[in-house]
């Protein structure tokens, strides 16, 4: 996976601006505390690009309030479906919030103002010269030939002209009706069949095209050396948790359907057809032999962070195990950040991430760092906490 | 009471009830979050059976028609809304979010009054609860409505005749002109589908979306019922009792897998779900869901039996199953076609 810029770890040189959107990545992160702890000091500047106040808005410097999904010209898609969503503006954007297009475009511009112009090195050794005075102009007609793309909507139009999937849609088409794509590249997996739902892998099913694999088939055997001979992997082998943090209850952290993720999680409507307020489940066993009750204040911790929520014992969970549905805002459990008495709070603060060795395997056939797809990921299943009776007083 | 010539139905099936409350959602916002007294008020609540459901303990409050007479049960007691209903939070979001230029004064949201009580409740306090013992613990949601009864408890106990039942479609609705807040209606209502509106003083309750039924948008004419249109895992059908084309009439009387939630409380309701299905439990042949549970819960009418009941709860499952079968072994079922339909068009009758 490639970090850059290069040699950050061993320069001493560390980031200075940090700029939030489309994501609350303060209360989402692994390892909640540290990230406050040891990364917010080092910044200079935080900018929060978000339509709502949420734990990352509240401990940003900057927030630009932008417009949500009913108040612009957007698009959305994933490869899963075959349909590309529109967002229309059905409510002009409200409260001087701008659409994320808008503000972007204002930042170029404002960088434009600058006149800065420097000389930039890429990762092939390249030098490049970066002129701001264009900037502005630069992104509003990307690579096109002079076409203004300034206006939202035009801009769109213009993404959906410039992919195969969608060229020969139209905003107002894509707007009036549903529309599938009208065709897949080579990237994707599969074929639009008429009348019938997209799904994955259907041209190695149909058209035998080979996978990416070394084999070129599904493969679950994996000769690379460390797969091998270093961690014993070469296939799916049950492992038992790392020796760390030995607490008694594995930590579960599933997505709710109360939220996605964060967002709304916060909501009195929905809030109201819960029990209020943060709740972490455990087995009728666990729950008894540590005396406590449904509906008790809780502390969860382990040695990465705690939080408090309130208990609700259910005998649909398994014993050894205390689970908690995730996004909840940190302004949501007890306590703020920048409390002083050591408490650690945020649904993330006793989750840590644990870099798994075979996932930096690269370069080798279908192990290939892809976004998404293939690299690091936040392994956190391994966290275990303790429940214990909450004895101080919730506010 | 007048002749009814019309009859609206919904019939729910459990079976792909995902809990998600976005029926309850969209009624709650296009119904009841406007005009204050109705904050803890869901005309479409889902709750989690086993629990003690909305309001607390509503399926053994009492209501109804005594042993299938005519006779109406005004004994219960009237549910209280912070006990029973569950009290609509308010949350101190200006305080905590709004910061003005520097920090948030409080560090905290915390819902107004805090639920610390042994007793405090809300509409969805036992969500996803459940009952048994891991790995064969086991729940389902149950969404409702007010049934639109073709024998309304609450009509016959309203001494104002504030509640009637439209001639035209069967629909159970509360002049607010005629209401005196006498609150009969909801003792008599043995659903509990009757909700006080302690501001305005007067008793209110779940209208079917008649208004989206009578002007019907010629652009778009399956507008019709939020609770139905917004429905995530397509679980409802309606149409009217009269026609036998309707995919609603085809499950409840020609493959007859419609039941009645307690029918023993003699109202006749309008509404029908089909029972969940659920796995063996681990090391036997019974389904995690009790049957007997759902016996207590699911009929055809007042009189049947318990054990008429489970026959008819474990007759439903078996045609299920058949028709499943069916179409796993490559064939076609009309049943499974309708279950899994896909347009709205299909779902959408009225
Ligand atoms: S919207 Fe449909 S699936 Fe979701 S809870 Fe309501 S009835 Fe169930």
């Given at each position: 996976m490639p970090l850059w810029p290069k040699d950050t770890l061993t320069t001493g040189r560390s980031p200075r601006v940090l700029f939030v959107w489309g994501a609350n990545y303060l209360n989402q992160a692994k390892g909640f505390l540290d990230v406050y702890q040891t990364l917010w000091p080092k910044l200079d500047l935080i900018v929060d690009l978000n339509f709502r106040m949420d734990t990352t808005a509240l401990y940003a410097d900057v927030v630009l309030p932008a417009t949500s999904w009913f108040e612009m010209w957007n698009l959305n898609t994933t490869d899963l479906h075959s349909y590309i969503i529109p967002f229309t503006p059905v409510i002009p954007p409200q409260f001087g919030s701008r659409s994320d297009w808008q503000i972007w475009q204002g930042l170029a511009d404002a960088l434009a103002n600058t006149g800065v112009v420097f000389q930039d090195s890429l990762p092939d050794g390249t030098t490049i010269t970066r002129d701001y005075a264009t900037l502005g102009t630069d992104f509003r007609t990307l690579n096109t030939d002079g076409q203004d793309l300034s206006d939202d909507k035009d801009a769109c139009q213009f993404l959906l002209d410039s992919s195969v999937e969608t060229n020969g849609l139209t905003m107002d088409g894509i707007a009036e009706q549903p529309a599938r794509l009208l065709e897949t590249s080579?990237?994707?997996?599969?074929d639009l069949l008429p009348n019938q739902a997209y799904y994955g892998f259907q041209r190695m099913t149909e058209h035998l095209k080979p996978l990416h694999t070394l084999t070129g088939r599904q493969q679950f055997y994996i000769d690379h050396d460390w797969y091998l001979s270093d961690f014993r992997e070469e296939l799916p082998v049950y492992k038992p948790p790392v020796d760390a943090d030995l607490y008694p209850l594995r930590w579960i952290t599933p997505h709710g359907r109360w939220s996605i993720h964060s967002t709304y999680r916060d909501l009195k409507f929905q809030l109201r057809m819960q029990r209020g307020r943060p709740i972490v489940y455990l087995s009728p066993s666990e729950a008894q032999a540590r005396g406590l009750l449904d509906n008790d204040p809780v502390e969860v911790l382990n040695d990465h962070g705690s939080l408090v929520a309130h208990l609700c014992v259910s005998p649909r969970l398994p014993a050894g195990m205390a689970l908690m549905y995730h996004g909840w805002e940190s302004y949501m459990l007890k306590n703020n950040l920048d409390d002083t008495s050591g408490f650690k709070n945020g649904w993330q603060g006793p989750c840590t991430i644990r870099i798994k060795p075979t996932q930096l395997v690269g370069g080798y056939a279908q192990l290939k760092f892809r976004l998404n797809y293939w690299g690091p990921t936040?392994?956190?299943?391994?966290t275990r906490v303790q429940v214990v009776k909450y004895a101080g007083t919730l506010p | 009471m007048a002749k009814i010539t019309g009859q609206v139905q919904m019939l729910f099936d459990l079976n792909k009830c995902l809990g998600c409350q976005t029926c309850t959602s969209a009624c709650k916002t296009a119904w009841t979050d406007k005009d204050q007294g109705q904050e803890y008020m869901y005309w479409n609540n889902v709750e989690t059976v086993p629990g003690r459901g909305y309001p607390k303990g509503w399926q053994t409050m009492g209501g109804g028609?005594?042993?299938?007479?005519?006779?109406?049960?005004?004994s219960a007691p009237l549910p209280s809304?912070?006990?029973?209903?569950g009290a609509p939070w308010e949350y101190n979001y200006d305080e905590v979010l709004t910061t003005e230029g520097g920090d948030a004064t409080v560090g905290m949201l915390v819902p107004a009054p805090r639920p610390d009580a042994p007793n405090d409740y809300s509409s969805?306090?036992?969500?996803?609860?459940?009952?048994?013992?891991?790995?064969d613990a086991y729940y389902f949601y149950l969404p409702r409505i007010c049934n639109h009864c073709s024998k309304p408890a609450c009509v016959a106990a309203c001494p104002r005749k504030a509640v009637y039942k439209r001639e035209e479609d069967g629909i159970v609705l509360i002049d607010q002109d005629r209401c005196r807040g006498y609150r009969y209606c909801i003792k008599g209502c043995p659903y509990k589908k009757i909700y006080w509106n302690p501001i305005v003083k007067k008793s209110q309750k779940c209208i079917f979306c008649y208004p989206r039924l009578e002007n019907e948008d010629p652009e778009n004419p399956l507008a019709k019922n939020f609770c139905v249109t917004q429905c995530v895992g397509r679980i409802r059908w309606v149409a009217y009792a009269e026609d036998t084309t309707s995919n609603l009439y085809k499950l409840v009387n020609v493959w007859r897998v419609g039941l009645r939630l307690h029918p023993e409380f003699g109202t006749e309701p309008n509404t029908f779900y089909i029972p969940p299905l659920s796995p063996r439990v681990t090391n036997g042949?019974?389904?995690?869901?009790p049957t007997d549970l759902l016996a207590e819960m699911f009929g055809d009418n007042c009189s049947q039996t318990f054990e008429q009941r489970k026959a008819r709860v474990e007759e439903v499952f078996a045609i299920l199953e058949q028709e499943r079968a069916k179409v796993a072994a490559g064939g076609t079922s009309e049943l499974v076609d309708i279950l899994t339909s896909y347009s709205e068009s299909d779902r959408i009758q009225l």
């Open positions: 080579e990237e994707w997996t599969s936040g392994n956190q299943k391994d | 028609f005594k042993a299938c007479t005519n006779q109406v049960d005004l809304i912070n006990r029973d209903y969805n306090w036992d969500e996803d609860v459940g009952a048994g013992a891991h790995p042949t019974a389904p995690r869901i």
